[in-house]
Nanobody, 126 residues
């Protein structure tokens, strides 16, 4: 089970740090990702991190502004978001999946992930 938190209202240029806590002992064996969904839009890939935390991928729209990380000892995933823009406004979801070839090749596709958190709202005001 995944539980996302840390969303809120922030001004343009501000920062937020999202967290996603996971229950169970399999956290370190899972690839973790963040997706977001704005009203009327499809769920969009934001970032993903490999099992050890060293392999990361980002959407071009957040590269250089967002950082994904994980703490396997605490079963927690993070997303540090800096230089926020109004277009970052969305519900942010954490996701997890087994480290398979399918997920490695399709890490940007929400269908490749098995487990999802409930989402946390991020609103960036202009």
């Amino acid at each position: 089970q995944l539980q996302a938190s840390g969303g809120g209202l922030v001004q343009t240029g501000g920062s937020l740090r999202l967290s996603c806590s996971a229950s169970g002992r399999a956290f370190s064996s899972l690839v973790m990702g963040w997706f977001r969904q704005a009203p009327g839009n499809e769920r969009q890939f934001v970032a993903r991190v490999g099992r050890s935390g060293s392999a990361t991928k980002y959407s071009p729209s957040v590269t250089g502004r967002f950082t994904i990380s994980r703490d396997n000892a605490k079963n927690t995933l993070f997303l540090q978001m800096n230089s926020l823009k109004p277009e970052d406004t969305a519900v942010y979801y954490c996701a997890a999946g087994a480290d398979t070839i399918d997920l490695r090749n399709n890490y940007y596709d929400s269908r490749a992930y098995e487990y999802w958190g409930q989402g946390t709202q991020v609103t960036v005001s202009s």
